[in-house]
């Protein structure tokens, strides 16, 4: 599986970001996906996942702005990202994850660039 992250840019504060991770093939069901995030200097950490469960979860930081959505036409899932602050500014990566009969299938998109400023 191949993951194409796209949606980042410059946005104020307050304001609100989509976020999108479009698959080569299908995801739903499959794979859990979550969003990680990297800001200068720091370690990646996970911002928000979906089990392939429909289960989500999302770090302490971002819970209550975030939204998952998907089209399964287009095996992309989206994070709607709200109400944004300077310390979201980071790079968005994209991770589709599974584990099957022992192995660990485990595929990253291109990082996205978010930044939060005035």
């Known amino acids: 599986v191949q993951l194409q992250a796209s949606g980042g840019g410059l946005v104020q504060p307050g304001g609100s970001l989509r976020l999108a991770c479009a698959a080569s093939?299908?995801?739903?069901?499959?794979?859990?996906l979550a969003w990680y995030r990297q800001a200068p200097g720091k370690q990646r950490e996970m911002v928000a996942q979906?089990?392939?469960?429909?289960?989500?979860n999302s770090r302490d930081s971002v819970r209550g702005r975030v939204i998952f959505s998907r089209d399964n036409a287009k095996n992309t899932v989206y994070l709607l990202m709200n109400n944004l602050k300077p310390e979201d500014t980071a790079d968005y990566y994209c991770?589709?994850?599974?584990?099957?009969?022992?192995?660990?299938?485990?595929?990253w998109g291109q990082g996205t660039q978010v930044t939060v400023s005035s």
């Open positions: 979906i089990t392939r469960s429909g289960t989500t």
């Open positions: 991770n589709a994850r599974r584990y099957e009969s022992g192995r660990l299938y485990d595929y």
């Open positions: 093939g299908e995801i739903f069901g499959i794979y859990d």
